[in-house]
């Protein structure tokens, strides 16, 4: 056999072999169909603050699906809401129209970032809801605010009082003491503590308002003295004792806003977890400002102790306004983010249930880029993951970049005399957050009147102006 017949046989032998595995012998690796993760599909660590990333994530992440939803979802006055957010609305509203009458106080709690620091928008948001359905009174306050960062009441401190606060993980309460405002104010054993409440002349007309002053204290295992006066008599001679559980502590004055200081001493550690400074009846709304979070962090406070709270204050919806410590996170998407919030969005139905939740998105913002000032490109998908999300847990969602006008508002804002935003591009100033607030309760106010218009339809409604609440 020559040397030309024996390669064709080999090669034909090969190809043989070759035709009989691909007939018969399964193979399922076709690079023809091999892809390589997009950047869609990576996840992305969420941050704490606008310096430091602080992922809490668990080791393995799955996106969040797409919300599988029967209900209609109906979008006025850049406020979106499903049929079964309505109804919860409706029924906050026969509950805050009849409060005052029948001497019942409801809550409005107002969650937020540094965007709502300082009462900032939340002031504005009480004195409409106190205008139109009574109340006053700032609401929750801590009792120890050195830095008088609450505008709406004044506090004085003096003592061994030491802040505590949900987002400082250098200083971290062992028993997670924290409560319902994620800050506590405390005294340690064998000290003595005063605070002295004052109404503030910068508060908005019903906030400087007060009657009733309720304080809030976590377990102690000791007992804990309480004495109060005005202009040096003394009224209140109280003894608390030892208690496992959430301790409420109120007084009731004829007076309006008394002017009055408080003394605690105890053999053990004190946790104040808050004031509330309220009206006998009617609306509060309160500020619980967390600066440099994306999420208000309720998986690092204890559960009882936030359950409890909640539970004796009576709380009828809660205003969740987070996001902007996402802008300078720049992703293809917001799954990521999506995820923790759907953690925060599930211990709050845990933690509050039945309680209508809104959830307002993010605001626009600009950097200085090359020399010019451009708002962040990437905010819309922010927006759109927030409203997704929120939607998805059958929250309303209200729209406020859009109703700030967009991309480019925020230069707008600041720009304006008298200006709307800080020159930071990010916050909004005093009149800033008194716009924003008007945003959003045009936004509800047109929900609530279709409650007093019961022969209106749910989309026809004509648009309420501002100036009529």
Request: contains cysteine; hydrophobic residues 40%; aromatic residues 10%.
């Amino acid at each position: 056999m020559n040397q030309q017949l024996r390669i064709l046989i080999y090669f034909t032998l090969i190809g043989a072999i070759v035709l009989a595995l691909v007939h018969y012998v399964p193979f399922p690796f076709q690079p023809a169909n091999w892809q390589i993760k997009t950047a869609e599909e990576l996840i992305i660590p969420d941050m704490d603050s606008l310096m430091t990333m602080q992922p809490e994530l668990p080791d393995t992440i799955q996106p969040v699906k797409k919300a599988e939803r029967k209900d209609t979802i109906i979008t006025q006055h850049h406020l979106s809401y499903s049929t079964g957010f309505f109804e919860q609305l409706k029924q906050l509203h026969g509950a805050l129209h009849t409060a005052t009458d029948n001497g019942t106080a409801i809550r409005i709690l107002h969650f937020g970032d540094s965007q709502i620091e300082g009462d900032r928008i939340t002031a504005y948001l009480r004195e409409a809801f106190q205008s139109r359905f009574g109340g006053s009174g700032p609401g929750l306050t801590t009792v120890f605010d050195p830095a008088h960062i609450n505008p709406s009441v004044w506090i004085d401190s003096k003592g061994n009082w030491q802040a505590y606060h949900i987002y400082n993980r250098r200083n971290v309460l062992p028993n997670k003491a924290y409560g319902l405002m994620g800050q506590t104010a405390a005294l340690h054993a064998h000290s003595a503590g005063e605070f002295k409440i004052s109404a503030s002349r910068w508060a908005e007309q019903h906030a400087s308002n007060y009657q009733k002053v309720r304080l809030f204290i976590a377990p102690h295992t000791d007992t804990i003295a309480i004495k109060g006066q005005i202009k040096h008599v003394e009224i209140i001679n109280d003894s608390l004792p030892p208690s496992s559980d959430l301790t409420e502590i109120n007084w009731e004055f004829e007076q309006l806003s008394p002017s009055i200081k408080f003394q605690l001493l105890s053999n053990s550690d004190v946790h104040v977890l808050a004031c509330a400074l309220d009206s006998l009846a009617g609306v509060s709304v309160d500020n619980i400002a967390l600066r440099g979070q994306s999420t208000p962090l309720l998986h690092r406070t204890d559960a009882n102790l936030f359950k409890a709270m909640g539970e004796q204050l009576n709380i009828g919806m809660l205003i969740f306004q987070f996001g902007t410590n996402m802008i300078p996170t720049v992703a293809p998407n917001y799954r990521f983010y999506q995820v923790q919030l759907a953690r925060q969005f599930d211990l709050i139905k845990s933690y509050l249930p039945n309680v209508p939740v809104l959830v307002v998105g993010i605001a626009d913002a600009a950097h200085n880029h090359n020399g010019e000032i451009k708002s962040y490109e990437h905010l819309y998908r922010i927006n759109e993951a927030q409203k997704a999300i929120a939607l998805k847990y059958d929250f309303a969602f209200f729209d406020l970049y859009n109703a700030m006008g967009g991309e480019g508002s925020i230069i707008k804002w600041t720009e304006q005399q008298p200006p709307l935003a800080l020159t930071d591009y990010i916050h909004f100033s005093r009149l800033g957050g008194k716009k924003a607030a008007q945003f959003m309760i045009s936004a509800m106010w047109h929900q609530f009147n279709k409650f007093e218009a019961p022969d209106t339809t749910l989309l026809t409604q004509p648009d309420m102006p501002w100036e009529r609440y």
